[in-house]
């Protein structure tokens, strides 16, 4: 292996993990109430610029971070709670652009509070990189890894084995039916957008030493999120981070060997190709049409 | 079928609003007769490293000079529109600049992209315009409602060069964003390199919203020979190059232009910025002047001004914006209207102005009016600039 | 029926009023200028709700489209020295071929699949646009000469206006021709209007053709009126507010796609006194219409006359 393969590798393993973070957000929400939610690209860019604002406060690291998780979890909440319970049975249409509705309020929201600068956050554990092979990677890359893979374990325990991870899946599939059962659907759905905002916020900060943020920061990991759910096949959560892995990878080999200046593309050709062969991604069930 | 037959009553509702909408934008350019200024600035996007500085120095001055009784015993109003970094936007607001609020005067635009793509409007309009950004093309050639302050990405290329050749360095790669800023300065560099001996080895580029170049850097990497990387570009791609640059262990010197001559690039690029030398104004390094350098007092009060009013630390783009202004007033104060023609006529007119930039001596030739000696070649040293002798 | 079609007629001679009408409200060259932004946005949302309202597909990268248009139009003139007109013929030919052979694979798709889909067309294009500067000018644009023969704004302001009644016409008819019926059955179930023998495939690319033309044409013409494109034209946010557009005013609405344009145009200009709050106010207007009027404007408020008339 080269060192120029392994360092696009080291790239592209980072913004994977970071893509199969929020894109895991998204099929967390879509399992437990069909909706594609927009905003959140800007639950990762809270994370981010909330971890900035406490720092600000003068508050220590951890403090900070989980000050900003708990911030963006509230957000998630109302998200639900103000705007999507109320819209209940709405086309699907109608429940994007009330996502996109929110989406635009909360960058407007934090462009007014916090500003409209990009921030760096400190590394947590400094900026000296780490040679493995000729290739560089800095812990904080390290840091988005771990950490990745420590949700990831900890959301398949929570879904697989305790009474509210179950009480979701029950409701993805099949809402009446988990109702009958008197599984609390209302906060059901609350708890997942919570859970789905709290994900991002977690995203976003980990990446924010490595990548800066603002309160724009958001969008355009919103929109690979949203490739990494389809890729793996919408409501398959493992798959959200398969595909996250595969469009962060195939990105940074694509700036690397092919043209740097198409490397946002990478990610949607991807998704077209799976789509136009694969019409329901790549782990994803086919569903039937109900007449 | 109803709804076909309620047509009539909701057209009716939609004329309702599109008239209501268009009252709320007549009744805004009532007032007792000010002197107006209009800008349109990079305020959000990418670009806001830029525009955000530069408003806030046009508010801060604008209301410093009405409680002093403003000019000509007008006060000043000013309009201001975000137009992001959009080209297009900047259109809509410059028309609406001149065809709705009729300024007097346009003293905006952050970036050259913005700035080329209205010039023929105002061109056509007939209204002076003192643009804030960098490109050389925007003076060159001249036209003769157009002036700008900041130097030129020309003369940043030149600057660069000259300090190579004291290094004895003659091989570089470029790494550049792809926004108009970006791509001038980087064809002003491949023009310029071979007066100064200089073999562009290596040429990358990035777009306004990336988060990673380490692939374009590793690409460098790989070429053989290169002795130094110059970043042409402004905004946040910079400070993200310089990170990369340091992880990847790049070694060799890294220039930056006065794209990013401001603290906020040291603050973001944190460690990984020492070392990096840029050409800037003399703004950044104020107390480090000489006593006898006539820029000291003009840089020193705008550096108090600005960090008393807002806090944090000033960046040379709220200089251009502050230069700008008063380059616009004193031509109005001279003559003595807001004659648009004679207005324009006065700011070509400008001569012996020191400004945050340098002393500016304008003419019918040049409508920038600064030379290299108003440049400084910076380091960063210990989280601070300081000057290259 | 003849109730219906002169109801229909009315809608077109209530807009013809106020087109002809408004210039006297209109006092200066910008306020002509949002007039004439409304009347294109209105025609993309009207082909874009064919698509959308009636065949009950959704779109999320239309302004990939407008963009194809635009930049068709700006490469031919400016660097290969075509008359802007047949430039714009040409790019419409291009834009509709290439919406009939994406059309298939990208209409199998459902839901938010094709969500994505479109989407990521979209973006694929704008990058497209951004990237290769030596054709296109790259992230700053580029300029291009406009028509000749309209030297004024007010020649414009007729063009577009008079192009808009053409627009809601041929909108209405086909919605009321053999073929609109087809439509609506598509968006109803698509599985039931095939077994009752309507060829859903062959009308969903008919109309997704449809409303990629509408969108090319409004592009070229826009800009040949502006003198100047941008890669935001193709962009995530353009394609977005297009389809914002039409939810706003009522899908399945002609005349609420051009409420909808309308409110939309102005909405940003108004709120531009709000400065730093414009786009939060923004947001918070369009979260409130879409959840208590989720079906957009237009039918909502025919609902509640239809209540009234009881």
């Given at each position: ?11 592209g393993?980072t913004l994977?993990?970071t893509?199969a ?7 967390i ?5 069909h909706v594609?939610?927009f905003?959140?690209?800007?639950f990762v860019m ?10 600000g406060?003068g508050?220590?690291m951890?403090?900070?971070i989980?000050a900003a998780?708990a ?5 998630g909440?109302g998200?639900e709670?103000f ?5 209940r049975g709405a086309?699907v249409v109608?429940?994007i652009i009330i996502?996109?509705?929110?989406s ?5 929201l ?6 409209k ?5 400190p590394?947590?554990?400094?900026d ?11 812990p ?10 420590l ?6 325990y929570f ?10 899946i029950?409701?993805?599939?099949n809402?009446?039916?988990?109702l ?6 209302r ?18 900060i ?9 309160f724009?920061a958001?969008?355009?990991?919103g ?6 759910a389809i890729l793996?096949g919408?409501?398959?959560?493992m798959?959200?981070?398969?595909g996250?892995m595969?469009?962060?990878?195939a ?6 060997y092919w043209?740097?200046?198409y490397k946002?593309?990478?990610?949607f050709i991807l ?7 694969k019409?329901s ?7 039937t049409e109900?007449? | 079928?109803t709804?076909?037959q309620?047509?009539?009553k909701?057209?009716?509702?939609a004329?309702?609003?599109v008239?209501g ?6 009744t805004?350019?009532e007032?007792a007769d000010p ?7 990079s305020?959000?996007g990418p670009?806001?490293f830029l ?7 046009l508010?801060?001055y604008i209301e410093?000079?009405?409680?002093g ?5 007008r006060?000043i109003?000013?309009?201001q ?5 959009d080209s297009k936007k900047?259109?809509?607001?410059v ?12 003293v ?11 010039v023929?409007?105002?061109q056509?309009?007939?209204v002076p ?11 060159e050639?001249v036209?003769p409602w157009?002036f ?9 290329c030149?600057?660069?060069?000259e300090?190579l050749?004291a290094?004895g360095l003659?091989t ?11 791509k001038?300065?980087n064809?002003?560099c491949?023009?310029?390199a ?7 080895a ?7 919203k990336d988060?990673d170049?380490t692939a374009?850097?590793t690409?460098?990497k790989?070429v ?7 970043n ?5 791609g ?5 990170k ?9 010197p890294?220039?930056?232009?006065h794209?990013?001559a401001?603290?906020?690039f040291i603050?973001l690029a944190g460690?990984?910025?020492e070392?990096v030398r ?6 950044l390094v104020?107390?480090?002047?000489e006593?006898?350098?006539p820029?000291k007092?003009?840089?020193?009060a ?9 806090g944090g630390?000033?960046?040379?783009f709220g200089?251009h914006?502050?230069d700008?202004l008063?380059?616009a ?7 003595g209207?807001?004659?648009k023609?004679a207005v324009?006529?006065e700011i070509e007119?400008t001569?012996?102005?020191v ?10 030739t040049d ?5 290299l000696?108003?440049f400084?070649m910076?380091?960063i ?9 | 029926m003849?109730?219906l079609?002169s109801a229909?007629?009315g809608?077109i001679l209530?807009?013809m009023?106020?087109?002809?009408v ?15 932004l409304i009347?294109f946005?209105a ?7 064919l698509?959308?309202g009636?065949?009950g597909q959704?779109?999320?990268g239309?302004?990939?489209f407008v963009?194809?248009?635009a930049?068709?139009?700006a ?10 007109l ?5 790019a419409?030919?291009f ?12 209409l199998?798709l459902k839901?938010?699949?094709l969500?994505?889909a ?7 294009i704008s990058i497209v646009i951004n990237?290769?500067?030596q054709l296109t000018g790259g992230p700053?644009g580029?300029?291009?000469d406009?028509?000749s023969?309209m030297t ?9 206006g008079?192009?808009?009644v053409?627009?809601?016409w ?7 021709s053999?073929?609109g019926?087809a ?6 179930s698509?599985?039931?209007a095939?077994?009752?023998g309507v060829?859903t495939?062959q009308?969903?690319?008919l ?5 990629g033309?509408?969108a ?5 013409l ?7 494109v ?10 977005i507010?297009?389809v ?5 005013g009522?899908?399945?609405s002609t005349f ?10 102005i909405l940003?200009?108004v709120?531009t ?10 947001g918070?207007?369009l979260?409130?219409t879409m959840i208590?009027?989720?079906?957009g ?9 239809k209540k009234?008339?009881?």
């Open positions: 292996m080269s060192a120029e393969f392994l360092q696009f590798l080291f790239s393993v994977g993990a893509y973070l929020v894109g895991l957000g998204f099929s929400i879509y399992n437990a109430s594609i939610n905003a959140q690209g800007e809270m994370g981010g610029m909330g971890t900035v604002f406490f720092l406060l508050l220590p951890p403090v900070a989980l998780i911030l963006t979890t509230l957000f909440f998200l709670r705007a999507i319970a109320p819209a086309s109608t429940l996502t996109i509705g929110a635009i309020v909360m960058r407007g934090v462009q007014v509070v916090w500003g600068e990009f921030h760096a956050i590394s947590f554990s400094g000296e990189p780490i040679m493995i092979g000729g290739a560089t990677i800095l904080q890359s390290l840091w988005v890894l771990g950490v990745t893979v949700l990831v374990l900890a959301l398949r879904f697989e084995k305790t009474i509210m991870g179950k009480a979701i029950a409701t993805s599939l809402r009446d039916a988990a009958l059962m008197g599984i609390n659907v906060l059901v759905l609350f708890i997942s957008f919570g859970l789905s905002a709290a994900l991002g916020a977690a995203a976003g980990l990446v924010a030493p490595i990548t800066l943020t603002n724009e958001g969008i355009m990991l929109l690979k999120g949203f490739c990494a793996g919408l409501g398959n959560g798959g959200a981070v398969a996250g595969i469009v962060g990878i990105e940074a080999m694509g700036a690397g043209i740097s200046e946002d593309a990478v990610a998704i077209l190709l799976v789509l136009f062969f019409p991604g790549l782990f994803g069930k086919t569903g109900r007449v | 079928m709804s076909r309620n047509g009539f909701n057209t009716l509702c004329l309702g609003m008239a909408a268009f009252a709320v934008g007549t805004q350019a007032a002197i107006k200024i209009g800008t349109f600035l305020v959000t670009a806001s525009g955000d500085p530069e408003l806030k120095t508010e801060l410093q000079i009405n409680e009784g403003g000019v000509l015993g006060q109003e000013l309009i529109y975000d137009v992001g970094v900047a259109i809509t607001a028309k609406r600049l001149v065809s709705q609020d009729e300024v007097d005067v346009i905006g635009g952050s970036t050259s992209g913005a700035t080329m793509a209205v023929p409007i105002v056509k309009a007939k315009f003192i643009s804030l950004a960098g490109a050389v093309a925007i003076v050639p036209k157009v700008k302050t900041p130097h030129t990405d020309k003369m940043a030149g600057k660069i060069f300090d050749q290094r003659t570089i790669a470029m790494i550049s964003g792809t926004g108009g800023f970006g001038s300065m064809g002003q491949t023009k310029l071979p007066a100064y001996n200089i073999n562009i290596a040429a990358e580029s990035y777009g306004p988060t170049m374009q850097l690409k460098i790989g053989d020979g290169v002795q130094a990387v110059v042409a570009g402004f905004g946040q910079p400070a993200i190059v310089t990369n640059y340091r992880q990847l262990g790049m070694t060799m890294l220039y930056q232009s794209g990013v401001s603290r906020k603050e460690d990984a910025a070392g840029l050409p800037a104004a003399a703004l104020a107390d480090m002047l006593d006898s350098d820029q007092a003009v840089v020193q705008y550096t108090k001004d600005y960090s008393e009013a807002y630390s000033v960046s040379t200089g914006a502050y700008g008063q380059i007033i004193s031509a109005i104060a001279r003559a209207s807001t004659d023609q324009r006529d007119k001569s012996g102005y400004g945050t930039g340098g002393v500016v001596n304008m003419s019918a409508h920038l009016g600064l030379d000696s108003a400084k910076l380091e040293k210990n989280g601070d600039w300081t000057i290259v002798k | 003849n109730k079609k229909r007629t809608g209530v807009l009023a106020i087109i002809a408004l210039p006297l409200f209109l006092d200066n060259a910008f306020q002509f200028e949002i007039a004439i009347f946005n025609i993309v949302c009207i082909g874009l709700n698509l959308v009636y065949g959704i779109s999320l239309h302004g990939a963009g194809l248009g930049y068709g139009s490469i031919l003139t400016m660097q290969q020295e075509w008359d802007p047949l430039s714009m013929v040409v419409a030919a834009t509709g071929g290439l919406c009939f052979i994406i059309a298939r694979p990208i199998k839901g938010h699949y969500a994505m479109t989407l990521g067309m979209g973006i694929i990237t290769e500067d700053d580029m300029y291009v406009g028509l023969f004024d704004q007010i020649q414009w302001y007729w063009l577009i008079g192009l808009l053409f627009s809601v041929a909108s209405l008819n086909l919605i009321h053999p073929i019926r439509l609506r059955a598509v968006h109803g698509e599985v039931a095939e077994v009752v060829d495939t009308y969903k690319v109309i997704f053709v449809v409303s033309v509408f090319s044409v409004v592009g070229s826009g800009v040949y009126y502006s003198n100047f941008t890669p935001d034209i193709a962009g995530f946010f353009h394609s507010e297009l914002v557009m039409v939810v706003f009522g899908m399945a609420g796609a051009v409420i909808g344009a309308a409110i939309l145009t940003p200009q709120l006194f709000l400065h730093d709050f414009e786009h939060l106010v923004f918070l207007i979260m409130l208590f009027l989720p079906k404007l237009v039918p909502t408020i025919a609902d509640f006359f009234g008339d009881k």
